[in-house]
């Protein structure tokens, strides 16, 4: 559907790269919803979250 209505079909076709993953996940951690989420998640369970929607 994305592609039919011309949205990008994931972050790499926004221009994000693995280089910007780091950054990505130190936010993620950092950010206030991640606090009232009821599934905790790592860094590694941040950047696989990221990786699967490159």
Known sequence: MNQ?????SGLA??????NHVPGIVEYAQKDLAALSNPVRAGADD???M?????
């Open 46 to 48: 941040y950047a696989a």
């Open 4 to 8: 039919r209505i011309g949205m990008p």
């Open 50 to 54: 990221v990786a699967a929607t490159m």
């Open 13 to 18: 076709a926004l221009g994000v790269t693995n």
